[in-house]
Each structure stands twice: as structure tokens, then as C-alpha cells.
T-cell receptor
Framework: KNQVEQSPQSLIILEGKNCTLQ??????????LRWYKQDTGRGPVSLTI?????NTKSNGRYTATLDADTKQSSLHITASQLSDSASYIC????????????FGKGTKLSVIP | DSGVTQTPKHLITATGQRVTLRCSPR?????VYWYQQSLDQGLQFLIH???????AKGNILERFSAQQFPDLHSELNLSSLELGDSALYFC??????????????FGPGTRLTVT
């Protein structure tokens, strides 16, 4: 069964600190892995899309890693800001031709002053 | 701003009624996707249209229907509304006909409250 699991479910960190969010998946065949940021009540915003051959991809203070062998990905946030408070969702669409994205609840990050 | 627009932003209606949600994709995008997000849940894929044709259906109820018009805007029709239909409804668009490596850009959503 294709599954995506994220940890932790929620996280509270102090402003300025770093944090790492985890995503484990069993989706097969693998096409790509996406990280989205969703502010409460707003639409998801893409942070990065990683394909099989990519190990690391950065987008500003966000760095995603992918280990296709262990089927794990992580999202590292550097020097957190209050505006980073949001849900971070890992999405792994099944197969090369699938465009049906399934969103879990993700990790809810709270950055406090 | 993703370039995807949705109207209305908020909608309050009674059970049993019918509503229409509207979405305009980004300029040049041919695909439109609809998602439903209930309170504290992840987004659930409803339906996908590409250039006016239905491409895929997800967990969309029979009471719900959608279409994409020649100008590429899309409408999601919800009928015989129930309390459980209260949710955020998001529209997304992408340029591709279904290649999963392409980005989907999400609109701001329509918050539907059924009383």
C-alpha cells in the first residue's frame, strides 16, 4: 500500500533555531517527492520538487534531502522565523503519469519568539 | 500570489442548497484540479480537468460536479449540501496534461459553511 508518513506531527521551536522534518514513504513506482508549506486557511505553496536523481535541493532557508534507497526525505529549516509557522506537507504521487496529489496533515510547526 | 483566483472567498448557505465555486487558472495553464480540505484534515483530491476534458476523479461525491469552460476557467457545483460539506475548497492549476513532475499552483480557496 502506498503510504507517506511524516514526523513529528507537531513541533515548537524558538525563533532563530534550526529544525528538521522527516518524511518516509512506501510509494512505488517513485516519480518525485514534493514539500509544501501551508499556512492556516490558505492554499499550499510548493517549496521543492525532488526527482529520483536529486539528493539535495535548497530554496532559501529550506533544504530538502532525498534518499531514494531508504525512501526517506527530510526538510531542514535554517534560522527559523515567525513566518515559518505553518504545516509542512510531504507529497509523493504514485507513478510517472499520476497527477493526483494526496496531502496528509503534515507536520505542524510553531515558531515562537 | 500564485496567479490562480477563486471566488467567492467565503460562502455561507443552508443544508439542501446548491452552490457554485469558480476558479480561474494561471495564464497559460490548461489543467485545473479541485481539492477539498475539511477541518484539520489534509487536502483530498476531487477532480482534474485538462483543456476542457475530465482527466481523473478522486473522492468526489455524486452530489458534486465540475466542468472546465473554453476560456479554461472551472466551476465546482455542490448540490444537496450537508453539514459535512463545510470545508475549504481549493483549486490548483498546472501547465501540463498530467505529467507529475510539473508544479501545481494553488488558489486562495473558498471557505464553505453549511448551516
Amino acid at each position: 500500500k502506498n503510504q507517506v508518513e511524516q514526523s513529528p506531527q507537531s513541533l515548537i521551536i524558538l525563533e532563530g533555531k534550526n529544525c528538521t522534518l522527516q518524511c518516509n514513504y512506501t510509494v512505488s513506482p517513485f516519480s518525485n517527492l514534493r514539500w509544501y508549506k501551508q499556512d492556516t486557511g490558505r492554499g499550499p505553496v510548493s517549496l521543492t520538487i525532488m526527482t529520483f536523481s536529486e539528493n539535495t535541493k535548497s530554496n532559501g532557508r529550506y533544504t530538502a534531502t532525498l534518499d531514494a534507497d531508504t525512501k526517506q526525505s527530510s526538510l531542514h529549516i535554517t534560522a527559523s522565523q515567525l513566518s515559518d509557522s505553518a504545516s509542512y506537507i510531504c507529497v509523493v504521487p504514485p507513478g510517472a503519469g499520476s497527477y493526483q496529489l494526496t496531502f496528509g496533515k503534515g507536520t505542524k510547526l510553531s515558531v515562537i519568539p | 500570489d500564485s496567479g490562480v483566483t477563486q471566488t467567492p472567498k467565503h460562502l455561507i448557505t443552508a443544508t439542501g442548497q446548491r452552490v457554485t465555486l469558480r476558479c480561474s487558472p494561471r495564464s497559460g495553464d490548461l489543467s485545473v484540479y479541485w481539492y477539498q480540505q475539511s477541518l484539520d484534515q489534509g487536502l483530498q483530491f476531487l477532480i482534474h480537468y485538462y483543456n476542457g476534458e475530465e482527466r481523473a476523479k478522486g473522492n468526489i461525491l455524486e452530489r458534486f460536479s465540475a466542468q472546465q469552460f473554453p476560456d479554461l476557467h472551472s466551476e465546482l457545483n455542490l448540490s444537496s449540501l450537508e453539514l459535512g460539506d463545510s470545508a475549504l475548497y481549493f483549486c490548483a492549476s498546472s501547465v501540463d496534461p498530467g505529467g507529475s513532475s510539473y508544479e501545481q499552483y494553488f488558489g486562495p480557496g473558498t471557505r464553505l459553511t453549511v448551516t
